[in-house]
């Protein structure tokens, strides 16, 4: 018997679309995933049980952009070096139409081999990855402003379940990928509904503790790490779940065990390492640490996949800060799986984390209608890139300062030090 079964791929797919999504009759469905300009062929069993379960519940037309991972790598191997900025518009032509109907929902399935493009050249891999940014730019501002219902999950995929299980037979590395998968995505439970209901429900005390207090700054200290974050007067803590503004309630990420908002651009002072490796477009990133002076990284260093590193955070001024700070306890239950992931997606949940690049708007209280330059003064971060790399850990404190100028408990060995 084949694993996952089609009954397992069918209850996943309804968690998608009944639970993430929350998708409603009318809407209309695109399935993409833009890291790989399209969702791997091999996804393909999964995606079909989506579509199956998005016309069950009355969407109008599912959509799906395929992409293949060896076609990407060909094209960075042996096409002229000119040629890079090169891009067919009809890649996005469909993203956008999906926003100007005002009925859309967009759905990314994450399948990417971590490893993909290590060997590469950076330079090479961050022209390419520049171009398709600079061309999805528009709609990743539009996700900023909370315009739809959107949603990240993640497919098993035979590179990836190598990466992840390197002891185990193909077959059975896979097998194992996708029981994890189903396992922290609350699919293996009896009533994967009612379990997430009870999550989010959790998560939400945790963020209106917070958004309650207000603090003004926030303070990380751990080995390697003694970083200063400010946080912008109307900064909002989210967890799981959102209301877009098509009205619709929707959890962006499954799984999720974060709580996050946005830093002040300007006001981030210290050093940080990260405490998990960072998987990104096909580059593995270790053992690296930034520093930073008034909000931008003035020095980066890594002991793997430096000048990919280097590449990220020179991508615009943007890429060069932070847009996110994200609060993840130690006893996630993705953390304590024990397994690196290799995927941010996932990774991210294992641990307290920050992004490089842009921010939500979503996060500042009233800024969905904000210009740029509004955001930007109210200590918004713009930028082509947003990127998440764990800092947390079971040594993690975090204190947080009032308004006021009190200082308070946070977090205590990467675990919540305040009750809700």
Known sequence: ?????????????ELVVRVGLNLCAGQRLLINNPSTLGVQLHVAPLVREVAKAAYKVGANYVEVLWGDEAMLKARIQQAPSGSFDEFSKW????????LEHGNGAHLTIRSNNPDLMSNEDPEIVGQLRRTYLEHYAAFGE???????????IAAAAPAWAARVFPDLEPAEAEKKLWEAIFAITRVDQPDPTA?????????QKRSKYLNAKQYAILHYQAPGTDLTVGLPQGHFWNSAGSTAQNGIFYIANLPTEEIFTLPHKDQINGHVSASMPLSHSGTLMEDFTLTFENGHVVKASAKKGEAALKKLIGTDEGSSSLGEVALVPHSSPIAQSGLLYYDPLIDENAASHLALGRA???TLKGAETLSDEEFQARGGNLSLEHVDFMVGSGKMNIDGTTPDG????????????FDV
């Open 91 to 98: 890649q996005t032509d469909a993203l956008y139409e999906l």
């Open 142 to 152: 539009a996700i900023g402003q909370n315009k739809i219902n959107w949603l990240v």
């Open 360 to 362: 939500y708007k979503f």
């Open 195 to 203: 379990a997430w209901e009870k999550h989010v429900q959790e998560l």
């Open 1 to 13: 018997m084949s694993f996952p079964s089609q009954q397992d791929l069918q209850k996943y797919a």
């Open 406 to 417: 009190n200082v308070e408990p946070v977090m205590r060995q990467g675990e919540w030090a």
